[in-house]
């Protein structure tokens, strides 16, 4: 399993510590948002809508706030107007970055995310430069103990995924993003639940970085992580477990 990949199950379980204190509510609801308005409020034909309202209920929103944040999508109730936007550059290392956001100010966002790029010693680059270094994957985390490799191989294959990678702790299976609830669900029917199941970006390959300079780079990620209208941010580091552990 490679270094983001690491580190993207880190961040996972501080999710979960955020969702109890309700830090992560603002962010979903602003994902819903936007999206029941890119596309509309039928999670039925609207298929990240319907992603984004898994989500909600994942981290324990109440359903009141997820119905409100779809009808403000909507324009059902009067709010704010958000956006997505995306943004690419690079950080300590040479290691590429893209963040995905939603806004209600873009002059306010990309000055922030400017900012926090130059503090690291990295830069914030036009749309393109990073993006094509990434490709739309979904992925499944899944506790080790539960199954071994070989039969989880065969499970998942079977279900329509590509690909698994496994560490000492977790299985992390790859999915074409039309396929990946069919293949949640297969896990599910055999009482494997997934620690997380989302589309998200991958990396095609990966850059080692170490030491100092890594260290540089998780600042960085935690850094546009915390920033208010980010949602996600993907990068194609390899940081060795030694470093990944201490930051956890």
Same mark, same amino acid.
């Given at each position: 399993m490679?270094?983001? %990949?690491?580190w993207h199950n880190i961040r996972i379980k501080k999710e979960k510590v955020d969702a109890q204190k309700g830090r992560i509510f603002t962010r979903v609801a602003r994902e819903i948002i936007a999206v029941a308005k890119q596309e509309g409020g039928n999670p039925n034909? #609207?298929?990240?809508?319907?992603?984004?309202?898994?989500r909600a209920r994942e981290v324990g929103m109440p359903q009141d706030s997820i119905k409100r944040a779809v009808q403000r999508g909507t324009g059902e109730i009067a709010g704010f107007s958000y956006e997505e936007v995306t943004?690419?550059?690079y950080g300590p290392g040479g290691v590429a970055i893209l963040v995905e956001a939603v806004t209600d100010n873009r002059k306010r966002t990309v000055s922030e995310i400017? !900012?926090?790029?130059?503090?690291?010693?990295?830069?914030?680059?036009?749309?393109?430069?990073?993006?094509w270094m990434f490709e739309s994957k979904g992925v499944i985390l899944l506790d080790r103990k539960l199954v071994d490799e070989e039969a989880l191989l065969e499970l998942a294959l079977d279900a329509g995924a590509e690909d698994i990678r496994? %560490?000492?702790?977790?299985?992390?299976?790859?999915? *074409? *993003?039309a396929r990946l609830e069919a293949v949640k669900q297969a896990l599910i029917?055999? #009482?494997? !639940? *997934?620690? %997380? !199941?989302?589309?998200?970006?991958? !990396?095609k390959s990966t850059v080692p970085v170490s030491g100092k300079v890594a260290e540089h780079v998780l600042h960085l990620m935690e850094a546009l992580e915390d920033q208010e209208d980010v949602q996600k941010v993907h990068a194609n580091f390899d940081i060795p477990d030694s470093v990944l552990e201490a930051a956890a």
């Open positions: 490679s270094g983001h %990949s690491k034909v #609207n298929s990240r809508l319907r992603t984004a309202l898994q943004y690419e550059g400017r !900012a926090l790029f130059s503090k690291a010693g990295g830069n914030l680059g036009e749309s393109g430069c990073v993006a496994t %560490s000492d702790t977790t299985h992390e299976i790859l999915t *074409p *993003p029917q055999r #009482n494997l !639940a *997934p620690e %997380s !199941a989302e589309v998200t970006m991958v !990396a």
